[in-house]
């Protein structure tokens, strides 16, 4: 199906394993881009991607590393997971600077 | 640095009140864009508009309007006669440009609104 992506959904780790979430878009977007929401914070930006092998720190990007060797993907690994990155991870692209992004379903992790 | 507030933490209203959604952003920029998305209870974030930084016309969009003043710096989302559909967390984001060409947004904490039947 086109659109965009998450995996998992749901996920569950342990502090200090690492995990990597996956985010997959069909339209060829140039733009992608990984949120974290909490509550009280809305969406903060944590890394982004101006097109393949581009990729730039957001406003939270310590503790996250981020890849893109295809156009349409965007995984985002957290080394060694801490609980304070217990979140909900959003994934969006977009097509051109200034447009709008449409949004994967989000991933729910949580670090125990 | 860009900013986006969005004072309004939850707004309750009862179905078929109009209720409006404010949206307060700072930029030195002088070329912009403006956003407003949805996310309902199951969780997806929706878009519902952009608006550029040249373009002050207001836009109505079934019950939905908005009114951007940029003398104001806002971007007010307003819903006519709310219905128990409305119900949701309502984001306003804005997007300036980096060195780069890239517009990065910004996102408010966002307001939730709660219609009750």
């Known amino acids: 199906d086109a659109g965009i992506t998450q995996s998992p959904r749901y996920k569950i780790t342990e502090t200090g394993r690492q995990v990597t979430l996956m985010c997959h878009q069909t339209?060829?977007?140039?733009?992608m881009f990984w949120y974290r929401q909490d509550l009280g914070h809305g969406l903060r930006l944590i890394y982004y991607s101006a097109a393949a092998d581009i990729t730039d720190k957001g406003e939270v990007p310590d503790g996250y590393v981020v890849s893109r060797s295809k156009t349409e993907n965007f995984p985002l690994t957290l080394e060694s997971a801490t609980r304070s990155q217990t979140s909900v991870y959003f994934c969006?692209?977009?097509?051109?600077?200034?447009?709008?992004?449409?949004f994967g379903p989000g991933t729910r992790l949580t670090v125990t | 640095a860009q900013k986006v507030t969005q004072a309004q933490t939850e707004i309750s209203v009862v179905e078929k009140e109009d209720v409006t959604l404010d949206c307060v952003y700072e930029t030195r920029d002088t070329t912009y864009y403006l956003f407003w998305y949805k996310q309902p209870p199951s969780g997806e974030l929706v878009f519902l508009i952009r608006?550029?930084?040249?373009?002050?016309q207001n836009e109505i969009s079934g019950r939905y309007s908005w009114n951007f003043q940029k003398s104001t710096s806002s971007f007010n989302f307003t819903i006519t006669a709310s219905q128990v559909v409305d119900s949701a967390v309502y984001f306003c984001?804005?997007?300036?440009?980096?060195?780069?060409?890239?517009?990065?947004?910004?996102f408010g904490r966002g307001t939730s609104l709660i219609v009750h039947p």
């Open positions: 339209w060829s977007h140039s733009y």
């Open positions: 984001a804005l997007s300036v440009p980096t060195g780069g060409g890239s517009y990065i947004p910004t």
């Open positions: 969006a692209s977009r097509r051109l600077a200034g447009a709008e992004q449409y």
């Open positions: 608006r550029n930084s040249f373009d002050e």
